[in-house]
């Protein structure tokens, strides 16, 4: 009985000062680096308008969330690969708009968050910030959610 009370004011006190099962895990080198690679994947595979692989770089119920009017939310794969299909160009022209700068990877409780600049279309007039979250899947890092919003305003109608 007195071990038990003992790991019970153990596990407050731990609790306490932060250390819980929700509790962010550290982030490895090799982390890093695969969920770089999504930011770089997701932006080939859009603007080459290949949707299978677009689609397989999100979790099965992953989400993209836009302000763009007509897009709104488009959730699960299906909708994902339909939708990278339309928005971009297949080979040998290739609609080249999505270039992902400044990207923050952070641990977070069960995979990563992320915060990437986007410039898209015809340059710097054109700006949007990515906010993601991330988890770790046996195929690899997946997002689970990726919104993107326009930071910068749009051009006046001449």
Known sequence: ????????????????????????????ALDYIQIEQL????????DTADGAKFS?????????????????????????????AKAGAPPPIVRAAHSTTTVMIDPAPGGATGSA?????????????????F????EGWRFKTREVRQNTPEKPSK
């Open 1 to 28: 009985m007195k071990t038990l009370i003992t790991c019970a004011l153990v596990g407050v006190a731990l609790a306490g000062l932060g250390f819980s099962p929700a509790r962010a895990e550290t982030l490895t």
């Open 39 to 46: 930011y770089a994947r997701y932006a080939h595979y859009l």
């Open 56 to 84: 397989e770089l999100f979790t099965p119920d992953g989400v993209f969330i836009t302000n763009k009017p007509g897009y709104g939310n488009i959730k699960g794969r299906k909708a994902l690969a339909a939708f990278a």
């Open 117 to 133: 600049y986007l410039m898209a279309g015809t340059g710097a007039d054109q700006g949007y910030v990515y906010t993601d979250s």
């Open 135 to 138: 988890v770790k899947t046996a």
